[in-house]
């Protein structure tokens, strides 16, 4: 079955397909333009009542939170592509861990920065300079455990690359790229190590090369 991932222009869904390219797992991409609110429409909310995207459709089995999905790719097809859950029940913990860092401590101020720095004006609202400037030291204060965590382990759940690390890579891009916040990353010497392994990696590079950031 060939799977369906709503959305492929923007950040959450990008971390699924990067997520399907590891694994080896047959994909199709439908877009669905936020610009426009298409994620508002019926059609779109009886799939994905929240209204977000992505959304995955694999027959008729529907999963619509990017870290959900991807666990259970991996989980799936865990002995096909790169394995991306660790060997052990330990270092099963450990990219539990730090996806869960991922979720709640990396992802709010990232998600802010995002969404004021980027998008605002293209959504016509003002963008709101004090969040950006929190978000911004709040992201800083998350980057500095990282700088430790990294300076003893090359990935974030230890030696071998997991969903941990592939989980950061659509919001970090963001963050390098369009946000011109680079240097929250290449200030920071293990972060940004692990910056260009992870982003250098030919899933993501493919990721960015089939599809576009919407601006
Ligand atoms: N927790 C969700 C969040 C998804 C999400 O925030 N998607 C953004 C695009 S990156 C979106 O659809 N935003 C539109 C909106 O919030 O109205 C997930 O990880 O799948």
């Keep these: ?117 980027m998008f605002a004006s293209k959504m016509g609202f003002p963008p709101d300079e004090n969040l950006i400037k929190e978000s911004e030291e709040k992201l800083g204060k998350v980057l500095d455990i990282y700088e430790e965590r990294l300076s003893k382990n090359k990935y974030l759940a230890g030696d071998f690359f997991s969903l941990a690390d592939l989980s950061h890579l659509p919001f970090t891009q963001y963050l390098v790229g369009q946000m011109g916040k680079e240097y929250m990353i290449t200030s920071r010497k293990h972060v940004s190590a692990w910056w260009d392994d992870i982003s250098s990696r030919p899933s993501w590079q493919k990721v960015l090369q089939l599809y576009a950031p919407p601006f």
């Excluded at 790169?82 to 990232?110: M, Y």
């Design 1 to 117: 079955m060939v799977v369906k991932v709503y959305g492929p222009a923007f950040a959450s869904p990008k971390r699924v397909i990067a997520c399907l390219i590891e694994k080896e797992i047959e994909f199709e991409t439908v877009p669905v333009d936020l610009l426009k609110g298409e994620h508002k429409d019926p059609e779109f909310l009886k799939l994905q009542p929240f209204g977000t995207v992505p959304v995955t459709q694999d027959g008729d089995y529907v999963l619509y939170e990017s870290r959900a999905i991807i666990r259970y790719y991996a989980e799936k097809y865990k002995s096909q592509g790169t394995d991306l859950l660790g060997k052990t029940v330990e270092e099963r913990g450990q990219v539990e861990n730090w996806l869960e860092v991922e979720a709640h401590n990396f992802n709010p101020s990232i998600y802010a920065l995002t969404l004021h720095v």
